[in-house]
T-cell receptor, first 114, second 112 residues
């Protein structure tokens, strides 16, 4: 296992299109997070999963955003009807849930909405 | 709400000078983590502090957790150009949510 993997690394899309990103966490990690990061800012929490259960979604997140983690393995983040304000780096992280809550991040998916 | 503030936002130092960033929370924390993000990279875990007043060292880096568990600091002694990046604190808020929330970050620039 080489760590957290995210695909694609870059995505350019036209405004109004739907996009989907994938995250493959470290295999034994139960917890999976999605964050959004814009230039000069810290990672902003979007949502997270404990196994296949989505435990919380940020109240700042519009209904255009949805995430899934079927079978508690990989996760997908979909953005519908993209807007220019959605342009950002989308980071996925995974961690164990036994007190060792160190989070391991993927390389991220950079989304540009034109 | 859950807020984690860091100061300063930006620090520019000459190589060899010391650097400190501070992290402050509005609520008592169960633990605090520190991450480093190099330019163009992703956050990488540095350390976790759990106990009140805890101090941990990693070579030139010293991490402290406040007695009241509401603040923390990261101190780098004799900075090097390899220290360049953004340093984030991150906290787990307990209770029903128990999610990892990141601070605003401090960008460190080191001039050789």
């Amino acid at each position: 296992d080489t760590g957290v993997s995210q695909n694609p690394r870059h995505k350019i899309t036209k405004r109004g299109q739907n996009v989907t990103f994938r995250c493959d966490p470290i295999s034994e990690h139960n917890r999976l997070y999605w964050y959004r990061q814009t230039l000069g800012q810290g990672p902003e929490f979007l949502t997270y999963f404990q196994n296949e259960a989505q435990l919380e979604k940020s109240r700042l997140l519009s209904d255009r955003f949805s995430a899934e983690r079927p079978k508690g393995s990989f996760s997908t983040l979909e953005i519908q009807r993209t807007e220019q304000g959605d342009s950002a780096m989308y980071l996925c992280a995974s961690s164990l849930v036994d007190g060792r809550t160190e989070a391991f991040f993927g390389q991220g998916t950079r989304l540009t909405v034109v | 709400g859950q807020q984690v503030m860091q100061i300063p936002q930006y620090q520019h130092v000459q190589e060899g000078e010391d650097f400190t960033t501070y992290c402050n929370s509005s609520t008592t924390l169960s633990n605090i983590q520190w991450y480093k993000q190099r330019p163009g990279g992703h956050p990488v875990f540095l350390i976790q502090l759990v106990k009140s007043g805890e101090v941990k060292k990693q070579k030139r880096l010293t991490f402290q957790f406040g007695e009241a568990k509401k603040n923390s600091s990261l101190h780098i002694t004799a900075t090097q150009t390899t220290d360049v990046g953004t340093y984030f604190c991150a906290v787990i808020y307990g209770g029903a949510t128990n999610k990892l929330i990141f601070g605003t970050g401090t960008l460190l620039a080191v001039q050789p």
